[in-house]
């Protein structure tokens, strides 16, 4: 093989049509869950809610180029309110969650209806740390 094939292998190739994502069951949501370390809510919020101008997107969804994000499905939870989002969210499982989130500070739960039934792709971003995709009784 070739060096540039054996170049080529190290970087897979990327879907550049991610695939729409097979809605959650009837009466259950799909929440995808960030979590990260702010400080402070007006921080959280600022990250999630905040665009620079009204011809930009909030810092949160332009760390995320494959998904289009409805700010409006979107929650933080922090501090005080952190604990009693597990429990709602995860609720027998609220160990692993809080496993995950270890010693992040904020949740963000990204309702699945955000994305507008477009194809995704979700990953890490410099301040925030996919979760995952977790299923909610409604």
Aim: proline share 10%; glycine share 8%; no cysteine.
């Amino acid at each position: 093989m070739s060096w540039l094939g054996k170049l080529l292998r190290l970087f897979p190739n990327r879907d550049p049509y991610p695939e729409a994502p097979v809605p959650p069951p009837e009466g259950v949501a799909r929440l995808h869950l960030f979590s990260g370390r702010f400080g402070s809510d007006l921080d959280a919020y600022a990250y999630v809610f905040e665009a620079p101008d009204p011809d930009h997107p909030e810092p949160f969804t332009n760390d995320l180029p494959e998904a289009f994000i409805d700010t409006t499905r979107v929650q933080i939870a922090h501090g005080a309110r952190l604990e009693d989002a597990i429990a709602r969210i995860a609720g027998g499982r609220a160990l692993d969650l809080r496993h995950l989130i270890d010693a992040d500070d904020t949740l963000i739960i990204v309702d699945e209806a955000a994305f507008g039934g477009f194809p995704f792709a979700l990953g890490d971003t410099p301040r925030a740390r996919y979760l995952g995709a977790w299923d909610v009784r409604t």
